[in-house]
């Protein structure tokens, strides 16, 4: 099972930290990722973390964004800054089912992130 | 980046008949291990996506079997042999050969007629 928390009213150029708790898998061992998908559009790839700690990143986010994870706590974490009008999206954390994949297999149910 | 395009971007369907959806890859999708990351995600109304079919035609556990997928290279197909009423929502294809970014094709929204 996969929890997101943290989704907000943000106003432009302001910062926002999601988190993802999990609970039924051994979190420490697969990769997690975000996904997001703004109003009634299509899913758009945001980050990894993926085996060995390498982290991957959309370029729309690079820079702005950082994925992390506490393997102790079992929770991922999204840290956004200078957030712009078109960040505005429900956000989904995703694991992978394969230790040697890291993409989105098992979602979580959202958190919306709101910019305006 | 690999652009997915899936076709048609409308399906409606009466239910008890089948359904098939393309998606077509800007390059191929083969990896240097030979295969092929390409899945299929449904996306119900309200809810979030849940995986149908990885690597272009293993079906997830607890998928009905009505669910396949088929394809090669940069041509793929996710095809339903008998709509039922659960299955309204929107597909989308993704594939992870080419990472990164993960891409997703733009969604097929399946309704009844």
């Known amino acids: 099972l996969l929890l997101e928390s943290g989704g907000n009213w943000v106003l432009p150029g302001g910062s926002l930290t999601l988190s993802c708790a999990a609970s039924g898998i051994t979190f420490s061992g697969f990769p997690m990722t975000w996904v997001r998908q703004a109003p009634g559009k299509g899913l758009e790839w945001v980050a990894g973390s993926c085996n060995s700690g390498t982290t991957f990143y959309a370029d729309s986010v690079k820079g702005r964004f950082t994925i992390s994870r506490d393997n102790s706590k079992n929770i991922l974490y999204l840290q956004m800054s200078s957030l712009r009008v078109e960040d505005a999206a429900v956000y989904y954390c995703?694991?992978?089912?394969?230790?040697?994949?890291?993409?989105?297999?098992?979602w979580g149910r959202g958190t919306v992130v709101t910019v305006s | 980046d690999v652009v997915l395009t899936q076709s048609p971007l409308s399906l409606p369907v009466t239910l008890g008949q089948p359904a098939s959806i393309s998606c077509r890859s800007s390059?191929?999708?083969?990896?240097?291990?030979?295969?092929?990351?390409l899945n299929w995600f449904q996306q119900r109304p309200g809810q979030s996506p849940r995986r149908l079919i990885y690597k272009v035609s293993n079906r997830d556990s607890g998928v009905p079997d009505r669910f396949s997928g088929s394809g090669s290279g940069t041509e793929f197909t996710l095809q339903i042999s008998r709509v039922e009423a659960e299955d309204v929502g929107v597909y989308y294809c993704?594939?992870?050969?080419?990472?990164?970014?993960?891409?997703f094709g733009q969604g097929t929204r399946l309704g009844i007629k």
């Open positions: 390059q191929s999708l083969v990896y240097s291990d030979g295969e092929i990351y």
């Open positions: 993704m594939q992870g050969t080419h990472w990164p970014p993960i891409t």
């Open positions: 995703a694991a992978s089912l394969s230790s040697d994949w890291c993409g989105p297999d098992i």
